[in-house]
């Protein structure tokens, strides 16, 4: 037992005097952890409690059902699908659904989820949607029970007549009671579907049947009875597949946090790694001594894993408490998406907080900071002890050119994975890949340090301070290593994600040029209403106007495990979309041209040229539509994808003419305001409150600054890696220095003078910078490449063009410089002071 | 009055609609319009109001005899006409059937309830020919009635065989259900029917016999205002002949009004008026569940042209109670009854609290 | 007599803490001479190298080298002192581990900014007068202390100083190896014409000294005889 040859107590009075002496040094170590483990945490606790919100949300609409039929597009599907579900066995109840998105009448954006129910059948199948109220109006066509949230909402209440707009069509309805089981937060509202039917003209079509399964059903075999019925337009959906969807929606921008969630906790244990190996160098006679003394090693190991066990345990604990009030502060602030906009029309979620993800993020940090401690570990126990006594610095060979190949191997490793498919629609070979760039790069900065300083080095500049800087870098690169790594890992991982959203924002400048061609864009901000025929009429004819294009944007389900994509019905989309790659001709008689985003391209695997089973039954055929795919458009939109038809095709397949787009372009010389103004005197008072009419230019900015805000937290937390990185640098050169002292003392005996010594360490400083910076910016630019060309297109599903923020690096390379430069002479202080002289002496 | 069954109080208050615009219209019950089979079997769609009701004892070979009760209602809403919605509440179906088990001492029952429409919920109106959901009535070609009904807890799969003609109620099957001549119903009854078919309690099922009551009737009429429940009793005489009576009660429990019928075998009916119809209580049970008194032992006492007849009503069981709050319904009690020489059923109801129409 | 190269007048020091090392000591050397310096553990001796070399300063008393007040030279004179006229050898050597040999031997010349070239072609001319001719690109984590210590002998007399200040050059060195490395310094500092001020507790190395002065806290009692 170790322990007996070396008690604890001595062990706890090493590492507490350890950590006395260079308390800084630790805490950075310790912070690094907290913040990757906090960020990590916080995305965690964020997007659960989103989604969980979601899922109430989600479960409120549905009610209770066990097993649900929903129709892919808006459109609904035949209601004689209704008794055929009804009389298979092991199906208790069915209840038939009408699903609308409605606008309640009042204030803008009074949304609503409409749902046209037979209460008869609902109080078998989804009691939660039965409202409260007099029996005798139940059947009655004018009678809507609203939810707590839908009545504060809109300011109503039970005997209040509202105004309630769905496809187009406002409608009056008396509220006669409130839907108590609703859960808190979830405006819906319910009538009857006769009335469902009738009032928004939706006679003989559902959106939804909600089953209760008998009670010993089958499940499964009841779903595969159920699926054998179903016609092109509907799809079997348990209710938590809705919450799948969304989670895959928002699963994108989740691993854009977690991303740098990883950098700091590789950061951390970089700088863990940077602080032992100088402490394990440092003490390496001590632990000499130790071992002479009776220590065995595995007590040594377990003393410097220890105190690495005991900081990343501080900065997990720390991380964990900060990660629990960011997601706070978050949820209150931007809610569940960030500002993202993922999780749609759903109220503020409370935090939940999950013991297991706490764990599993804490126990995170304790792994990085573990990995970090390892090597110096093995050091500290790896030199001989009568070696060790002599204390000469670097055992490595100054002469061995340090090892090219391990590091080749592990660049290589990672641009093979990067070259792989996603797993589970996650990007996860990218980001092994760059973790195997980022070590590659790391073990390779001893070579590139030799190779960048070797041509310096033989030019023998004159001044005896960078000479002497130069022979050192040169001469101890490993060292060099060590004081780089932490600043490596954090400025490539800073610039990868700074080459990657530049190239996005510029892209998405680009685009949006591209896409709003037109002076002024009318958007109608409900779900229920749009432009009709005579609105439409007096728009065009409004002064000033040139053009109008009318644009229909539904939604259409493809599968029940993804979001469904968006159904855009445009006039002349293969002139007017910016297209990528090739563009088929065609398309062949019979078949519907169709325009796929480059998310939807990628999620339903299509390219130009393909066919495409589109589940809207076609009038002509009674069969499913088939489509034929034009080509591939840009679209930063929608990252559920976007599919793009001719108007006419829209509205031969759906029967829909209501439009809630429109693109207006200006005569020449008109003033957009005044037609804006004239546009909006055009509109018919229900849709005008409701209807945005913006020029595009201010459209582009405001998207841009949508953007921009959308990753002002990944800003934050760049500038926050890379000053936790500076400040690592800064903590291992002033713990070289410090150890370097009796070398000044030496220097100042045989006559170097004060300032040439603080010459020699800023070049020092200065010239560690700098390959900091190459090596960070080259290997940065690699892993923004990954992020660009496999972590994106895989997550997101849209490409984009590299664009190199050039001024970064410079100030980048310019501000690593600078400091470490800066940091040097600071610490250099010490090192040209009276102690530096007399540490050169054994005695008085 | 007849089978006023308190479900279709419930069911019947939940399909009005009170705030239509344009309201209801029903078709108005008038004496002297003849019934007409087969077509008066199924259903009358515009009055407000219609039931094919089944009481009746079965022997099930290896216990006591178990009472059944299946029902099965008709209602007409006032759904705007003009809605071409196949949702539309035109006709809502609802059915009742309920099993009086002396072994267990309780009864057990379950409901269906649906829109007409779909093929899910069709009553048709040239015969008897009932679906909803899984539960069906329907007269068969060989002019036997075949009712299938399955509830959480039994199965009934029973053959009703009418050994005697239709029973017309009141005036040629016009009846008066109150003091004013507007409340009144369609009404005729199938007395003395041969029962055979299966009964599945919980896992056991069984062949069973026995005989059954059949009661059919629709009117677009309410209660009087002032009535607060009723009792109603239809007897299987061992000799073939049928009784039934009925009084309704006022809130002091005198009878506000009553009527009758008593058929002997194969010779003419005598109907019975308010004054030849008295019920007294010989014996009342309280519910220790609802803590109601009902008065579930009777002394009626019929006055007949040729004098008074007397029968004493004996509960099979006292505990026949239904509790029906939870689905939207009253508390009643109707369970199976003996006479001397005879077997039915009693209906109690307005005993825990006024019924309201 | 020649004047000296070095003479110590009324020198006194004292530690931070106030306790006074030595009061009144006083000393000279003449070129060339080689004076041994004895002394107990914690006397002073390494304090009276310092401030020899000019590294520290004394409470009061003078330093003169080669005619000149240390005290009047600031601290880029004494710099440049060191840097050109004294060589320096240590108890624990201080070779700088991530420069070669020939580079340890030739920093000095560095440091006077002579050509590259010839300052390692000196260096390499120096470490073959110390026996390690061929090693010249080895680097320091390859040699034993004894060898260590000639690199250090080599680097102190690379730039021809004339005062050479040894610290207990053999402090940590095996007897064996001491007397060899005392006899190759004490051949070297000789044949080079250097004065030598040898710090040591050593009897054996003291005896290689023309004369040896014992330090105490009185002053130096003298030992003319060496």
Redesign the interface.
Known sequence: MPAEALPTGVLRWMILGEWRAHPARVALGALAIAVGVALGFAVHLINTSALSEFSRAIAAVNGDADLQVRAVSARGFD??L??RV??LAGVAAVS?VVELTADLGGGPGDRLTLIGL?V??AAAATPSLVGRG?????????SLFLSDAALRAGGHRVGDTVEVAAGGRPQPF?IVGDLPAAPDGQRIGVI????A??RFDR??RLNRLDLKLA?GADPGAVRAAVSALLPPDAEIASPDSEVRQTDNLSRAYRVNLDMLALVALLTGAFLIYSAQSLSVARRRPQFALLQVLGADRRTILIQVLLESVAVGLLGAGLGLAIGLGLAQAALSLFGGDLGGGFFGNVRRPALTFSPGAAAVFGGLGLASALLGGLAPARQAVGAPPAVAL?N????V???RTPPLVPALGLLVAGALCALLPPVGGLPLFGYVSIALILGGGIAGVPWLARALLSPAQRL?P?A?SL??AL??L???PSQAAVALCGIVASTSLMIAMAVMVTSFRSSVDDWLLQVFPADIYLTYRGDGDGFDEPVRRAMTAAPGVAGIAFLRTTSLRLSAERPPPALVARPDPGGSLPLVGGRASGPPPGLTPVWLSEPAARIYGHRPGDRLLLPLVDPATDKATTAFVMGVWRDYARQQGSIVLEQADYVRLTGDRLVNEAAVDLDPGAAPGAVVARLRAALPERLAGRTLITESRALRALSLRIFDRSFAITYLLEAIAILVGLAGVTATMSAQTLARI??F??L???????RQIAAMLAAEGALLGAVGGVAGIGLGLAMSQVLIHVVNPQSFHWTMETHLPLSLFAGVAGALIGVSAIAALMTGRRAIS?AA?DA????? | MARWKPWAVAALTMFLVAAAPASPRYAEVRPGVALAFPADHGAHPDFRTEWWYVTGWLETGDGPPVGFQVTFFRSKTGSDPANPSAFAPRQVLFAHAAVSDARTGRLVHDQRIAREGFGLGTASRTDLDIVLDDWTMKRQADGRIRTKVQGSDFVLDLVLDSSQPVLLQGKGGYSRKGPAPSQASYYYSLPQLKVSGRIQRGRKAQAVTGQAWMDREWSSTLLDPSAVGWDWLGVNLADGSALMAFQIRDASGRPLWAGGTLRPANRPATSLGPDAVRFSTVRTWRSPRTRVTYPVERQLTVRLPGGERRWRVRPLFDDQELDSRAAGGPIYWEGAVTVEGGRGYLELTGYASPLKL | MTSPLLSITSLSKSVPGGRVLFRGLDLALAPGEFVAVTGESGVGKSTLLNLVAGLDLPDSGTVTFDGVALGDLGEDGRTRLRRDRIGFVFQAFHVLPHLSLAQNVSLPLMLQRRPAREAADQGRRMLDLVGLGDRGDDYPNQLSGGELQRVAIARALVHRPALILADEPTGNLDAETAARVLDLFAAHVREAGAATLLVTHSKVAAACADRTVKLTPAGLVGNDAG
Do not use: C, S, T
């Not at chain 1, 000469?392 to 055992?395: E, K, R, S």
């Open positions: 209601e004689q209704y008794p009804a009389r038939p037979d008869l059948r007099p029996a005798e109006v139940r059947f009655d066509e004018g008396r009857d579907i006769a009335a039917q009738w006679v003989g009670e002599k000469l610095g670097d055992a060979d100054p002469r023998a004159g005896p000479r002497l022979n050192r040169w001469g101890a009796k070398e003392g030496m100042r005996h045989v006559g170097v003078l004060r009276q002289v050169v002496r054994e005695d008085w």
